[in-house]
């Protein structure tokens, strides 16, 4: 889910341009065109290289950094066998996925545009609005986990530049309220701009924020497990003792739903997908990049993960980069920290914008007539050209940032958030559809051993989401006994 950021905004971008070849399709040839592809768009471009650096880009977000605080639940065996173990799932599922790009015929079967148009062509009905509801609740936890994250971020700044200020003297107690009114004031202007998810910088500031937080993490690891000499942690991971026995299932049950959370890229493969040239088939375009982008990823989880675990041992903090909070160089976690709040702000907008757009469709289509809903006033901006207002669009994106400030100014705890996210989005729309689509595409017969495979990987599958679901309710309940809203202080 992080990382729909690069994908999204890029496509955005090509749809915006196809629109206008649309009406010629039954007029422009359907083979051999040099300019259009059999579907009379433009020609896609997308190459291996660019399909894996999508996903990558759009994988490795703002979940890297809970990932040391799983392992720390998991211990030195578990914790990695975990990773691993998704991988394989996300890897094996997305290969699935990607003969879902085109109904029947993997070669010139009709192409669908989004994850939404897969389901809706191969299995239709209820199956569409249950995907629906479940892609656009996890782009409004999103929204919710990225205002918690940058205020997290913003407020280790202050407090690392006043803990030296004060010479290690001020313990600097301060409250995350203002900081996400403020995020949440940049939000709301932001997304007033109409087309947001189409300025496709945007991919490229997020990919190279993304790594530069990540590598800070990481050489700030493999610095503090230098400096201590020693690989801290555990095989089992926490002690009992540190926290109860209770608390330690859980928490590991919880750590589950971090390490799918950093996983799911499922939900934008298709959108990928789209962009892929052909020949040869997209889908084997496809299922190279699944697997490349799977073993860096990976690489990169593991070695951010495990050297923080190694750095902080049973205390591997929430956020990796707020537990080197009063370390120096403190400037280079402030650089660290600055990088996500900007990457934040942006991803923000591109999970955002796909809800709102969906709202305003809905609204226009239910009132036609209204006033309020379609009349764009146009109001000059010296320098910018034209702005269309539409009152709609500043009424209900307004408050739908105001929502998603105010809730996460009642629950600001990034762990529970992001694991009940990671869980929730995980199995529906990593490892059901895809099997349901799957079986449905290659017909394979009911009871056959294939069939009785993939239904037991999607059991499977099922119950470490119900588990993890549990794990971070349980952590917010906890959360919730030690705390007074819109109080809190780090």
């Avoid at 809706?120 to 995907?131: A, D, E, P, T, Y």
């Avoid at 709301?188 to 998810?197: A, C, N, R």
Wanted: proline share 4%; hydrophobic share 45%; glycine share 8%.
């Amino acid at each position: 889910m992080q990382m729909g950021e690069n994908a999204a905004s890029k496509n955005h971008l090509l749809h915006s341009h196809h629109q206008v070849f649309d009406i010629a399709i039954d007029v422009l040839p359907q083979n051999g065109s040099k300019c259009f592809d059999d579907d009379g768009r433009l020609k896609r471009t997308g190459t291996l290289f660019t399909a894996s650096a999508h996903i990558i880009t759009a994988v490795i977000g703002s979940g890297v950094l809970s990932l040391a605080w799983a392992i720390a639940q998991l211990g030195w065996v578990a914790g990695p066998a975990v990773m691993v173990l998704f991988s394989l799932v996300t890897y094996y599922t997305s290969s699935l996925l990607t003969d879902c790009y085109r109904a029947g015929d993997p070669d010139t079967g009709k192409r669908n545009y989004t994850y939404m148009d897969a389901v809706r062509s191969i299995l239709g009905g209820v199956k569409v609005k249950f995907c629906g509801f479940i892609q656009y609740l996890g782009l409004f936890g999103i929204a919710i986990g990225y205002t918690i994250a940058s205020s997290i971020s913003m407020m280790a700044i202050k407090r690392s530049n006043c803990f030296h200020q004060s010479g290690g003297q001020n313990p600097c107690h301060i409250s995350s309220t203002p900081y996400m009114i403020m995020f949440g004031v940049t939000e709301i202007l932001l997304s007033q701009i109409p087309d947001f998810d189409q300025l496709w910088w945007l991919s490229i500031v997020a990919a190279v924020m993304s790594f530069t937080y990540s590598s800070i993490g990481l050489g700030l690891g493999i610095g503090k497990v230098a400096a201590n000499g020693t690989f801290k942690g555990s095989l089992t991971g926490i002690s009992i003792g540190t926290v109860t026995e209770t608390e330690k299932i859980w928490r590991s049950f919880q750590a589950l739903g971090a390490i799918a959370f950093a996983y799911s890229y499922s939900v934008i493969l298709i959108e990928i997908q789209d962009t892929v040239k052909s020949p040869p088939s997209e889908s084997k375009t496809m299922k190279k990049a699944a697997s490349i982008s799977t073993v860096v990823t990976t690489t990169f989880y593991m070695l951010c993960g495990c050297m923080g675990y190694a750095a902080f041992g049973d205390l591997a903090p929430g956020n990796l980069l707020t537990g080197f909070g009063f370390y120096n160089p403190y400037w280079l976690i402030d650089i660290a920290n600055v990088a996500i709040v900007i990457h934040l702000v942006g991803a923000y907008q591109v999970f955002s914008q796909p809800l709102f757009a969906f709202v305003e469709k809905w609204a226009n289509q239910k009132w036609p007539e209204s006033y309020f809903i379609t009349k764009e006033f146009k109001i000059a901006v010296p320098g910018l050209g034209t702005y269309k207002l539409n009152l709609f669009r500043l009424v209900w994106r307004t408050l739908f940032v105001i929502l998603t400030t105010v809730i996460s100014m009642l629950l600001p705890f990034f762990n529970d958030v992001v694991g009940i996210l990671g869980a929730l989005g995980f199995w529906p729309l990593t490892v059901y559809f895809p099997v349901e689509m799957y079986i449905v595409q290659k017909k394979i017969p009911k009871w056959s051993t294939r069939w009785i495979c993939l239904q037991m990987l999607s059991m499977a599958c099922l119950v470490i989401s119900l588990v993890a679901v549990a794990g971070s309710i349980a952590g917010v309940v906890l959360d919730l006994k030690s705390y007074k809203p819109f109080k809190t202080s780090y």
